[in-house]
């Protein structure tokens, strides 16, 4: 039985570009643009109409943003949106925005070859599209700020929280980092796999919309409460009381890597250890995980209903975990945490 084509709309206000990716999509046929638009407004009204499996936005739009489009989009009628970005970077937040408001990923422009429909990073492009095509996307809630602790709260005492996750993860993170209040004294170490070039800006971000400070990782920096996210090409692992900064090690596909953070957050605090696992394809974290569990530690797997892509809480949860969750109930179950520093 032939698959039907992926089919793709394009939301882009250089009529050139998008003539260019159209014809880097459809080369070989399993990818069909169905629409292609040079303004937010027309692709928002031509949706329901083409029901495509995937939208890529450009972010500078004329009009209405590609970013309050893409706000739009995941509060009316989610689709997965692969954001394109010609500005990337610290200083322009708006694609970590768009992935905090629920785009699936983001490349910058300038990385992308279209000149070569038929070459080795055109490929690799269509391969992602037709991989984000297929990712679950639901109608993305804040976090649900209440003081109450869940029914079953695990009051035990943990030194540090570490978190994985991959597709779909910056939308999982703002949910759950905005329900940690300003006062959250248990430290949070954060892996995302994201494309090059945006993880400091989803950082910064992050720093203006939750109440904990978040920041990127520093080599040598003595572990304390906030929110620590690895930076581009580094794995972040905790050695005594320090955090440190590996660019070396190879571990799997990703630098950073779940894994190796949480495997240094097992062997560093045992059973005061927690890891959470958020949506994500691959197995990233699993192992990680495991020794957090084996070590005595927490573990926590976001449930498959609220997961874009429910590869890396999947492979969590086969290997078994304490608790698995929608994404609006884990930061209740963290908030019900003791730090370290309150027994002592």
């Not at 300003?182 to 950082?203: D, K, N, W």
């Not at 950073?256 to 974290?285: C, E, I, N, Y």
Request: contains cysteine; charged residues 20%.
């Amino acid at each position: 039985m032939t698959q039907k084509p992926t089919r793709v709309v394009i939301c882009e206000d250089s009529r050139t570009y998008s003539a260019a990716l159209r014809r880097t999509l459809e080369h070989g046929g399993d990818i069909d643009v169905v629409g292609s638009f040079t303004s937010a407004e027309a692709a928002l009204a031509a949706l329901p109409t083409l029901a495509p499996d995937l939208v890529t936005m450009d972010l500078e739009l004329p009009g209405m943003s590609g970013l309050e489009a893409v706000e739009q989009i995941m509060s009316a009628l989610p689709i997965p949106i692969l954001v394109l970005s010609s500005r990337v970077g610290p200083t322009t937040p708006n694609a970590a925005a768009a992935l905090a408001a629920g785009a699936l990923d983001a490349l910058a422009k300038d990385d992308l070859d279209l000149l070569e429909p038929a070459g080795l990073a055109a490929a690799a492009l269509r391969r992602r599209v037709k991989l984000l095509s297929r990712a679950r996307v639901i109608r993305h809630p804040r976090a649900r700020l209440n003081a109450r602790r869940p029914r079953d709260a695990d009051t035990r005492t943990i030194e540090t929280v570490g978190i994985c996750a991959s597709t779909g993860g910056p939308p999982a993170l703002a949910t759950l980092l905005a329900g940690l209040p300003r006062t959250y004294q248990i430290p949070v170490l954060v892996v995302q796999h994201i494309s090059s070039g945006f993880t400091e800006g989803l950082a910064k971000w992050l720093d203006g919309a939750v109440p904990l400070p978040v920041a990127l990782a520093a080599d040598g920096q003595r572990l304390g409460p906030g929110i620590w996210i690895a930076p581009e090409g580094a794995h972040l692992v905790v050695r005594g009381r320090r955090l440190a900064l590996d660019r070396t090690t190879r571990a799997g596909h990703h630098r950073p890597s779940g894994d190796v953070l949480l495997l240094s957050v097992a062997k560093a605090f045992g059973s005061r250890a927690a890891a959470v696992v958020l949506t994500g394809m691959g197995k990233d974290g699993a192992a990680g995980a495991g020794a957090v569990r084996e070590a005595g530690g927490l573990v926590i797997a976001q449930d498959e209903a609220t997961s874009a892509v429910y590869g890396m809480p999947r492979a969590v949860v086969e290997g078994g975990v304490d608790a698995v969750l929608p994404l609006e109930e884990i930061a209740p179950r963290l908030r019900a945490l003791s730090p370290a520093s309150a027994k002592g």
